[in-house]
Nanobody
Framework: ARLVESGGGTVQSGGSLRLSCATS????????MSWHRQAPGKARELVATIDSSKRTSYNVDSVKGRFIMSRDDAKDTVYLQMNDLKPEDAGVYYC????????WGKGTQVTVSA
């Protein structure tokens, strides 16, 4: 299995980024997908999930209303649209696939300047 994140970069506070996670090597459509992030010196945290029925949930209160997670089963790709970015959103963003197996991507860096 392979998960490759892209779309990270440096953006000013208030800006937007769209992260993508392109996958291969497993049956993407049946997997629950999630985005996690890790800021320097902090533990990795779950940001958002989407299940095989495209139902989403957001685990971090501060991203609700600003981040939108989606998936395209035809492209085996999951996305995270991030709007109104804040410095506290900075970190490495990881894509994860769950059930029946677990796979992680290597991450993409997001930097938000004040």
């Amino acid at each position: 299995a392979r998960l490759v994140e892209s779309g990270g970069g440096t953006v000013q506070s208030g800006g937007s980024l769209r992260l993508s996670c392109a996958t291969s090597g497993f049956t993407f459509s049946i997997y629950h997908m999630s985005w996690h992030r890790q800021a320097p010196g902090k533990a990795r945290e779950l940001v958002a999930t989407i299940d095989s029925s495209k139902r989403t949930s957001y685990n971090v209160d501060s991203v609700k209303g600003r981040f939108i997670m989606s998936r395209d089963d035809a492209k085996d790709t999951v996305y995270l649209q991030m709007n109104d970015l804040k410095p506290e959103d900075a970190g490495v963003y990881y894509c994860k696939a769950d059930w029946p197996s677990t796979y992680w991507g290597k991450g993409t860096q997001v930097t938000v300047s004040a």
